[in-house]
């Protein structure tokens, strides 16, 4: 399997301009969660999808933020206007989610898009 | 709120020896999982080892167990025969029965030739 697949793999942008950040789960995984790991923070979940649906975006900084999961093979992740305090490491990670619970799932993550916002 | 707490930033090893690395956490929550990962240099995120809290036999994965004590909410990381590959920031990690993972702060692992 090609794993989780995120792009792009670094963005330099300038202040006020509109970010994308893409990924593509594991072929069969149903959930779908970004994460965003900074020094201050550390990681910290932003928002996380089942089945395409989005369960819990309390993470989710504010309103410049936002994240979209048409399919079940993509999704993105916005940011508008980006600000220098967005300059992090984003990490989108897939899981599959058992009709038992999920007991078994296990998130496998992507190698992550580093945006870096002057 | 869940939280999970790893008190040693920083630990070092020599080559081939043993190294332990230590996490707490804290939930109201009676089953759930335990998970570590590492980051290496290239920040990509390694699920190493993962726990359920169901079960008492502590998880083993190579050269990595864990020491789960499920009344005092600790989950410590044992690496025997460290490598140099080892090198990395590990994180404990905590999640319900399906959700979110609540990370630890990590701790950076240096391994001495």
């Known amino acids: 399997d090609a794993g989780v697949i995120q792009s792009p793999r670094h963005e330099v942008t300038e202040m006020g301009q509109e970010v994308t950040l893409r990924c593509k789960p594991i072929?069969?995984?149903?959930?779908l969660f970004w994460y965003r790991q900074t020094m201050m923070r550390g990681l910290e979940l932003l928002i996380y999808f089942n089945n395409n649906v989005p369960i819990d975006d309390s993470g989710m900084p504010e309103d410049r933020f936002s994240a979209k999961m048409p399919n079940a093979s993509f999704s993105t992740l916005k940011i508008q206007p980006s600000e220098p305090r967005d300059s992090a490491v984003y990490f989108c990670?897939?899981?599959?989610?058992?009709?038992?619970?999920?007991?078994?799932?296990?998130?496998?993550f992507g190698p992550g898009t580093r945006l870096l916002v002057l | 709120a869940q939280t999970v707490t790893q008190s040693q930033p920083e630990m070092s090893v020599q080559e081939a020896e043993t190294v332990t690395l230590s996490c707490t956490y804290d939930t109201s929550e009676s089953d759930y999982y335990l998970f570590w990962y590492k980051q290496p240099p290239s920040r990509q995120m390694i699920l190493v080892i993962r726990q359920e809290a169901y079960k008492q036999q502590n998880a083993t994965e190579n050269r990595f167990s864990v020491n789960f004590q499920k009344a005092a909410k600790s989950f410590s990381l044992k690496i025997s025969d460290s490598q140099l590959g080892d090198a990395a920031m590990y994180f404990c990690?905590?999640?319900?029965?399906?959700?979110?993972?609540?990370f630890g702060q990590g701790t950076i692992l240096t391994v001495h030739p």
């Open positions: 990670a897939s899981s599959p989610f058992g009709g038992s619970g999920g007991l078994k799932e296990t998130q496998y």
């Open positions: 072929s069969g995984h149903n959930s």
């Open positions: 990690a905590y999640r319900r029965l399906y959700g979110k993972l609540t």
